[in-house]
């Protein structure tokens, strides 16, 4: 499915100027501002990775991502188990990683060998 498919209605980035504008607190627009490009007026958003890779998360390490400027929680991910390549569930909510989630926006799958990999929608 397309991006844009589940997105239907007035966007909610229209009038965002800067990242003080940014409502990430309301799902909704948090669900475009992650799926769709970022407005042109933000300009260029910096953000930053922490891995979890502690004794329990060991072989399915878990990763978030956090908007630079204010530290704003944006998505985590997790390895899967169970597969054999690496997947990855790609979630808006910080501790909620199951498959039939809301807050689920994608999942990001590699080859059999590592080298490649494609990125899906939640479509």
């Known amino acids: 499915s397309r991006l844009s498919s589940n997105m239907k209605g007035p966007s909610f980035l229209l009038n965002v100027n800067s990242i003080d504008d940014l409502n990430l607190d309301d799902p909704k627009f948090m669900r475009e501002f992650l799926m769709k490009p970022c407005p042109k007026?933000?300009?260029t958003l910096q953000c930053f990775i922490r891995r979890n890779k502690g004794i329990?998360?060991?072989?399915?390490p878990e990763y978030r991502v956090y908007l630079k400027a204010n530290e704003t929680f944006l998505m985590t991910s997790k390895k899967r188990a169970g597969s054999k390549t690496s997947n990855y569930l790609i979630s808006m909510g910080r501790?909620?990683?199951d498959k039939n989630s809301?807050?689920?926006?994608?999942k990001l799958r590699?080859?059999?060998l590592g080298t490649e990999y494609?990125?899906?929608?939640d479509g």
């Open 41 to 43: 007026g933000l300009g």
């Open 110 to 112: 590699s080859n059999f």
């Open 118 to 121: 494609a990125i899906y929608d």
């Open 56 to 60: 329990k998360n060991a072989l399915f």
């Open 95 to 97: 501790n909620d990683l």
């Open 102 to 106: 809301a807050n689920i926006i994608g």
